[in-house]
């Protein structure tokens, strides 16, 4: 009894623990919903608006897009879209006259590119599947297209829910759980005089996983400090180093013409480092004031093909509560819970800095942030002054260990929060010239 009450522990902890995989304590309520209104009935099935609302607040969908999938109940077939189109029309020579947009049992939707004729475009449509993070952009936060089904039932008691959806974003990573009917949607006219109502309304949520999406972290950390001359990079292979094609920084391949253009895959080619990341965040404390302090943020691009759109940079730490001015990124706290506000989440300004280009001579962006020391908690000893989580487009970094983090030299008046100034003002110059 006692070895199968171990095995029926150990089970329940495993499955505890996979269906914790998907929770982001920075993000708790934070998901794709997928939205199917229909919105008229026709000979043979249904015309339904299809709507992908992003409720992350700082993981987007970037290029090259979604891609949505998912199975449908019955024999369905889709006769025409707007907005957007599947990848495969599939087979469908049993068809005389009208032939369906697609008739695979296992359709896969893309968005439609920019710039497509005005009638094939609808509302929220046409972005190249990229769709902003809630808290970056709300209003762009939405992907949307119309589908019109035959074959399906043409009654809310004979239409079969699609099963088994599966959201790439672009890349894997998000788990989609089964469609259930909710309450229909209510639609205002631009009025506001009228409201209507959909016909049938189901939804699908699917959640982000960073374990499923990849093995290796996408994006490392590094530290440096005004009171320690030490720079502590990012460690070796933070994000693998086994099948990785590289270039060296100095490499004359860097010219070569379509260096930079995307793989039909969106692998990566990195220029040669010892951590192999695609990007690097370097968080550094740079003054020491009376009241306040200074820390500097620098994002690096080690991608040649890629180009980071609409970025997003969060940052946990104590002192984000106190948050005074943030210099050329713009700034957003994030409050998940109410009582704790020691999350933030950095962006790029609209047409200046929100695109990190890829590898090379622009490929970082920087700003600093002023903080307000509070006497209760503000120290620079045993690594307080650094973060304990950064996010880079929605995936955690990996720190360095917290035992080789920049210290205070041991000459200095440890029992004092304050007394600090006066050394931070003679050694900052000195130091300044050798870590930058």
């Known amino acids: 009894m006692r070895g199968s009450g171990f095995i029926l522990l150990l089970f329940a902890l495993v499955l505890v623990s996979s269906c914790a995989v998907a929770f982001d304590p920075l993000d708790p309520s934070g998901n794709i919903t997928i939205k199917w209104d229909v919105i008229s009935w026709t000979p043979d099935g249904y015309v339904a608006m299809v709507m992908l609302n992003n409720f992350q607040m700082y993981r987007h969908i970037m290029s090259p897009g979604w891609t949505l999938g998912w199975t449908w109940a019955k024999k369905e077939v889709i006769w025409s879209m707007v907005g957007a189109q599947t990848t495969d029309q599939g087979d469908c020579t049993k068809f005389k006259g009208n032939i369906p947009h697609c008739c695979k049992r296992t359709p896969t ?67 989609c759980g089964p469609a259930k009917i909710v309450p229909s949607t209510v639609f205002w006219t631009p009025d506001k005089r009228r409201k209507t109502q959909a016909l049938m309304t189901w939804k ?46 100095d490499s004359n391949q860097i010219t070569m013409p379509g260096i930079n253009t995307p793989s039909k895959d969106n692998s990566p080619l990195l220029q040669c480092t010892h951590h192999m990341c695609p990007v690097r965040v370097h968080w550094h404390v740079k003054i020491n004031y009376k009241e306040y302090w200074r820390a500097k943020i620098a994002i690096s691009n080690f991608n040649y093909r890629m180009n980071y759109t609409q970025w997003t940079l969060v940052v946990q730490h104590p002192n984000l509560d106190n948050v005074t001015e943030v210099f050329s990124f713009e700034y957003k706290p994030l409050v998940p819970y109410p009582s704790i506000n020691d999350t933030g989440m950095f962006y790029g300004m609209k047409y200046y800095n929100d695109l990190l280009m890829e590898a090379g001579t622009y490929g970082n962006v920087q700003s600093e942030l002023l903080l307000k020391k509070d006497v209760n908690t503000f120290t620079f000893k045993q690594g307080w002054a650094f973060p304990r989580k950064v996010y880079f487009n ?43």
């Open 109 to 175: 939707v893309v968005d439609l590119l920019p710039g497509v004729p005005y009638n094939q475009q609808i509302a929220n449509c046409c972005k190249g599947g990229v769709v902003a993070s809630y808290g970056q952009d709300p209003a762009a936060a939405v992907s949307a297209f119309q589908v019109s089904v035959g074959l399906s039932g043409t009654s809310n008691k004979t239409v079969k829910l699609p099963r088994n959806f599966t959201l790439l974003g672009p890349g894997p990573g998000y788990t």
């Open 204 to 249: 699908v949520t699917c959640t982000y996983s960073q374990i499923l999406a990849s093995k290796h972290p996408s994006c490392c950390v590094s530290f440096s400090s005004f009171y320690n001359d030490t720079i502590i990079p990012c460690q070796s292979c933070a994000c693998g180093c086994e099948n990785k094609n590289c270039i060296e920084s």
């Open 394 to 436: 929605g995936d955690e970094c990996m720190l360095p260990p917290p035992d080789v983090y920049p210290h205070l030299p041991n000459s200095s008046p440890v029992s004092s929060r304050f007394g600090f100034h006066n050394f931070a003002t003679v050694l900052f110059p000195l130091l300044l010239l050798t870590i930058w």
